[in-house]
T-cell receptor
Framework: DVKVTQSSRYLVKRTGEKVFLECVQD?????MFWYRQDPGLGLRLIYF???????EKGDIPEGYSVSREKKERFSLILESASTNQTSMYLC?????????????FGPGTRLLVL | AQKITQTQPGMFVQEKEAVTLDCTYD???????LFWYKQPSSGEMIFLIY??????QNATEGRYSLNFQKARKSANLVISASQLGDSAMYFC??????????FGTGTRLQVFP
């Protein structure tokens, strides 16, 4: 069974804090993704990584950075958290070149920035 | 322009009835895939069904079927014999021969007894 885990289910941070969201997958997937989910907006791609140390900006990368030092781990970093980054964050992973296969999602992190 | 459009923010259905959740898409790529996901209140995204643009038949998975009308660019999800546990958010998504998915805004389905 594919497993994608995220470091926290719920997180409360203060404005200006540096925030790390970690995602780990155990299926040797090349691709990893970070999405943000907001009511009425669906899921929007923040960043995508197709290999270790490789990354690509998604639709809403502003205010975020990512790190992928190991294949199984993909971190999302909020350098200076702001209240408009309060949201649900979902990590996903998939194999490269298997576009007919689903991405596998983690349970999500609900982040509240005060 | 929206690539994936889900026009129903919310739907109600009585238990044991069938329900259709609408999804239209916009692409000029001849090769694409369409996915449906379920998201219960707990938050995890559960893959339900996939339809490829070249698939001749509509996809089915148990109580889920995808009504794929290529000319109309629609990929509606049909849930037969609704159950209380079907209450959730449902998302339609598409990829255009890449590994990245584009999601719609979702439909919240409520099943009542």
């Amino acid at each position: 069974d594919v497993k994608v885990t995220q470091s926290s289910r719920y997180l409360v941070k203060r404005t200006g804090e540096k925030v790390f969201l970690e995602c780990v997958q155990d299926m040797d997937h090349e691709n990893m993704f970070w999405y943000r989910q907001d009511p009425g907006l669906g899921l929007r791609l923040i960043y995508f990584s197709y290999d270790v140390k490789m990354k690509e900006k998604g639709d809403i990368p502003e205010g975020y950075s990512v790190s992928r030092e190991k294949k199984e781990r993909f971190s999302l970093i909020l350098e200076s958290a702001s209240t408009n980054q309060t949201s649900m964050y979902l990590c996903a992973s998939s194999y490269t070149g298997r576009s007919k296969e689903t991405q596998y999602f983690g349970p999500g992190t609900r982040l509240l920035v005060l | 322009a929206q690539k994936i459009t889900q026009t129903q923010p919310g739907m109600f259905v009585q238990e044991k009835e069938a329900v259709t959740l609408d999804c239209t898409y916009d692409t000029s790529d001849p090769s694409y895939g369409l996915f449906w996901y379920k998201q219960p209140s707990s938050g995890e995204m559960i893959f339900l069904i996939y339809q490829g643009s070249y698939d001749q038949q509509n996809a089915t998975e148990g109580r889920y079927s995808l009504n794929f009308q290529k000319a109309r660019k629609s990929a509606n999800l049909v849930i037969s014999a609704s159950q209380l546990g079907d209450s959730a958010m449902y998302f339609c998504a598409m990829n255009e021969d890449t590994d990245k998915l584009i999601f719609g805004t979702g439909t919240r389905l409520q099943v009542f007894p």
